[in-house]
């Protein structure tokens, strides 16, 4: 079966973009926040790559022009950040504190819990660049001895868990303010909780994607100066 699948150049795009599409009408009809369309569809994919025999790499390779053109899309986010604009003038200084506070904060709890549990150094490594984008993190971890492959997928969580239980979890604690919370959502979980802040709102959505950019230029700055001091 899997020979009669390859022989389509484009099949592993085709079966990318149908599993997202089940998982939001699967979203959409239960509506339950845990079950977002990228859960399911990786799940639906998983199932799909193991029924068929067809390998990873071999799935990785037909997607080679989604890959190419995700990057590019980012580009969208330019809209809603326009349209905020006078947002981000007003609330400069706060938006900064937070976004280098939640980044700082976040590395330095795992270098903490890292060698309080006694990790090596190249899990730790590994873990650092987590709350970046793929992109970015995928180079940091290379860059700072870690492993991009476990680093990925560390990202994954990260932005699945951000996406799943992020606004849930600022409404339980009394963040109201969308600024606020589209900067707690950017700077922890990417662009997967940033997918799931401009549900809640556009300025949300822009103040995550702008977390988000900058966060992840913070991260591949400050991670060697993380491994130089610590690791």
């Known amino acids: 079966m899997s020979e009669i699948l390859l022989a389509n150049p484009i099949f592993g ?13 699967i979203h959409r009809k239960i509506g339950w926040s845990f079950l977002q369309p990228i859960v399911i569809g990786t799940v639906m994919i998983i199932a799909v790559l193991i029924f068929t025999g067809i390998s990873y790499e071999e799935y990785v390779a037909q997607n080679q022009i989604l890959n190419y053109m995700l990057p590019l899309t980012a580009i969208v986010l330019a809209v809603p950040l326009y349209r905020n604009f006078h947002i981000m003038k007003k609330h400069a200084l706060p938006l900064l504190a937070g976004i280098i506070s939640g980044t700082v904060v976040t590395m330095g709890s795992i270098v903490v819990l890292g060698k309080l549990f006694h990790a090596d150094h190249v899990l ?6 987590k709350s970046a984008t793929n992109p970015i993190a995928i180079e940091v971890s290379g860059l700072i001895g870690g492993i991009p492959s476990l680093t990925v997928s560390l990202v994954v969580i990260a932005g699945i ?8 979890l600022l ?11 589209g900067i707690a959502i950017g700077s922890m979980s990417h662009a997967v909780g940033t997918s799931r802040a401009f549900k809640e709102s556009e300025v949300e959505g822009a103040m995550s994607s702008l977390a988000m950019a ?3 230029t913070l991260t591949a700055l400050l991670a060697p100066v993380f491994v130089y001091l610590f690791l």
Not at 13 to 25: E, M, P, Q, R, S
Not at 124 to 129: E, N, R, V
Not at 162 to 167: E, I, L
């Open 161 to 168: 868990f951000g996406a799943t239980f992020g606004p849930e």
């Open 214 to 216: 900058i966060a992840g």
């Open 171 to 181: 409404t339980l604690f009394g963040v109201k303010n969308e600024v606020a919370r």
């Open 124 to 129: 730790i490594a590994s873990m650092l660049p």
């Open 13 to 25: 795009l085709l079966l990318t973009l149908a599993c997202y599409g089940v998982g939001i009408l």
